[in-house]
């Protein structure tokens, strides 16, 4: 099925291409677990004796990476075609190559159809957004896969009331008569205006790894983000370490624009120790103590000037009753805009530690340009 949605994508995107208004084509490389869709670009491990102790000693692997992506829109289409490609060797052997896209079409303003191998971020939960993470997890993606449609509405004099209603349906080829491996998926966004924003995602429903997810968002104050949510059956696990049952997130971020400041701050914590396995209810436990999966980002970035920017994101992971779990990874970074349009370069050193001291330390690397930027 991803081959045929790749294809619907890509007859949407020419769609797009006949009579698009503007065209951008980004192209990032190096190695960015971020920016580029693979790893790092150098990897340090450190080596372990046979008694699971750190010698010191760290092996290095290099993985090189691309993302190239395009986008095109028109008032009745637009659509997305990314390739990722990843390769730990100079002559390509042991490389990956993904590909994904969407395509929408948009009749009027208030129906969209859209269809894709990974819709991205393009219908979430507005209040399911994660500062720190600057990401939606994906129990806050409305759609992800497959086919869709949406509807947006607006109420008032002013239009400040917003409703928006999404459903859809994802699948591997030959599932879509088993209840149980059929994605049935929808959700819906209501928001006013300037004070609050709330919604919801239901993902495979008709099966047992059914997940749900409510949000409620502050809209009133300019430049803060405080977002909280509830979620049944968390299986994101680059939002928590583990799947849990019930978990609350909240989130909360302000942009001090005038400096160029941002700070930010996730977390994700279980409400008890229960988790789902194929809809079967299961305990986390550690030396017959219950444990609960726990995750917290922070993130500070800081414009120095124009082309200069410094930050710092930190991740602590735990599950909580087990001193020995805590995982804590900081990544002090540095981004520079080359001059004549050149683009951007990241760069800087990512830290992991566990119980046991640094168990790796890595240097991202990614430089990001964009190609082609044509609005008609």
Same mark, same amino acid.
């Given at each position: 099925m991803k081959k045929i949605l790749t294809v619907v994508a890509a007859t949407v995107l020419a769609c797009s291409a006949v009579s698009a208004q503007s065209f951008k084509l980004v192209n990032t490389f190096g190695g960015d677990s971020v920016s580029t869709g693979g790893s790092d670009l150098f990897v340090f491990e450190n080596q372990k004796d046979e008694n699971g102790n750190y010698k010191n000693e760290f092996s290095n692997t290099t993985r090189a990476s691309n993302r190239l992506q395009l986008d095109a829109s028109s008032k009745m289409f637009d659509a997305r075609l990314r390739m990722e490609i990843g390769t730990t060797k100079l002559n390509g052997k042991d490389s990956t190559v993904r590909f994904r896209g969407y395509g929408r079409f948009k009749?009027?303003?208030?129906?969209?159809?859209? *269809?894709?191998?990974?819709?991205?971020?393009?219908?979430?939960?507005?209040?399911?957004?994660?500062?720190?993470?600057?990401?939606?997890?994906?129990? *806050?993606?409305?759609?992800?896969?497959?086919?869709? *449609?949406?509807?947006?509405?607006?109420?008032?004099?002013?239009?400040?009331v917003t409703m928006n209603l999404a459903a859809g349906v994802k699948g591997d080829d030959g599932s879509f008569l088993d209840p149980d491996k059929l994605g049935l998926d929808f959700g819906f966004n209501f928001g006013i205006k300037d004070i609050?924003? *709330?919604?919801? !995602?239901?993902?495979?429903?008709?099966?047992?790894?059914?997940?749900? !997810?409510?949000?409620?968002?502050? #809209?009133?104050?300019k430049n803060l983000t405080l977002n909280a949510g509830y979620i049944y059956n968390a299986t994101d696990t680059d939002f928590i370490p583990s799947v849990s049952k019930n978990v609350v997130s909240v989130t909360a971020g302000y942009n001090f624009k005038d400096i160029g400041l941002l700070i930010g701050a996730d977390a994700a914590c279980g409400l008890t120790n229960e988790y789902l396995d194929e809809g079967v209810t299961k305990n986390y436990q550690n030396d017959g103590k219950d444990v609960i999966p726990f995750q917290t980002k922070v993130l500070v970035t800081y414009n120095v000037n124009d082309s200069l920017s410094v930050g710092v994101k930190a991740k602590v992971t735990a599950m909580l009753g087990n001193a020995d779990s805590v995982k804590t990874e900081i990544y002090?970074?540095?981004?520079?805009?080359?001059?004549?349009?050149?683009? !951007?370069?990241? #760069?800087?050193?990512?830290? #992991?530690?566990?119980?046991?001291?640094? #168990?790796?330390?890595?240097?991202?690397? !990614?430089?990001?340009?964009?190609?082609?930027?044509?609005?008609k």
């Open positions: 009749p009027v303003d208030q129906f969209n159809l859209i *269809a894709g191998n990974d819709l991205f971020t393009k219908v979430p939960v507005n209040a399911g957004y994660l500062v720190a993470s600057d990401d939606y997890p994906k129990y *806050a993606r409305i759609l992800q896969n497959g086919f869709g *449609a949406v509807s947006n509405w607006a109420f008032g004099d002013e239009k400040n609050m924003t *709330a919604g919801g !995602s239901f993902q495979n429903v008709t099966g047992n790894k059914f997940t749900a !997810s409510a949000f409620a968002g502050l #809209s009133a104050v002090p970074n540095v981004t520079y805009d080359l001059p004549n349009k050149f683009g !951007s370069l990241t #760069s800087g050193v990512r830290i #992991s530690t566990d119980k046991n001291g640094i #168990s790796k330390f890595a240097i991202p690397f !990614s430089w990001k340009c964009t190609l082609a930027d044509i609005k």
